[in-house]
C-alpha cells in the first residue's frame, strides 16, 4: 500500500506504549463525540473521553484498545494518543469492570465516603465505557 495512503499511530499512556504501527482509519473518543481519522487529516488537538480506541491497519486487521481519558495529537505523518490509562481490548476485565461500577455507585449513594463525587463519576464513566466496550466487541464476535 502507498505510504501516503496510510498515518503513524501510536498510543502511549503512564505504563508505556500500548501501540505503534501505520494505520488508513482511527476512531477515537473525544470530548465532543466519536472523532474519524485518516491519512492527511487536518492538524488537531483534542482531549479523550473514556472509551474504545479502534485502528484500522492496513492489512485490514482492526486493533481495539480502551482509554480512560488523555488526549489525542494529529500531525501530518502522525497520530499521538497520550492515554490516561489505556488497554488492549484483550486485556480488559469484565468482573473488574463491574466491580468498579458497583464501587462507584455505591460511594455516589454513601455522601461521608472518602472518594469525592467527581471521583465517583469519573470511575462510573470508566467502567461503564470498559462494559460498552466489551457488549460491542462480544456482539462483533457474534
Do not use: C, N
Not at 12 to 19: D, F, N, P, R, W
Not at 88 to 117: N, P, W, Y
Amino acid at each position: 500500500m502507498a505510504e501516503a495512503a496510510t498515518i503513524q499511530v501510536d498510543i502511549v499512556s503512564a505504563e508505556g506504549e500500548i501501540y505503534s504501527g501505520p494505520a488508513l482509519e482511527v476512531i477515537a473518543p473525544a470530548s465532543q463525540g466519536e472523532l474519524g481519522i485518516h491519512p492527511r487529516h487536518a492538524p488537531l488537538l483534542t482531549l479523550l473521553k473514556a472509551g474504545e480506541v479502534r485502528v484500522k491497519s492496513p492489512d485490514g486487521e482492526e486493533h481495539f484498545f480502551f482509554v480512560g481519558g488523555g488526549a489525542l495529537e494529529v500531525q501530518p505523518r502522525k497520530i499521538t494518543v497520550l492515554a490516561d490509562t489505556a488497554l488492549r481490548a484483550r486485556d480488559l476485565d469484565e468482573a473488574a469492570a463491574v466491580a468498579a461500577k458497583q464501587r462507584a455507585e455505591e460511594a455516589l449513594r454513601d455522601r461521608g465516603s472518602k472518594i469525592t463525587q467527581a471521583e465517583a463519576l469519573a470511575e462510573l464513566a470508566r467502567a461503564a465505557a470498559q462494559l460498552k466496550m466489551l457488549e460491542r466487541l462480544r456482539k462483533l464476535r457474534g
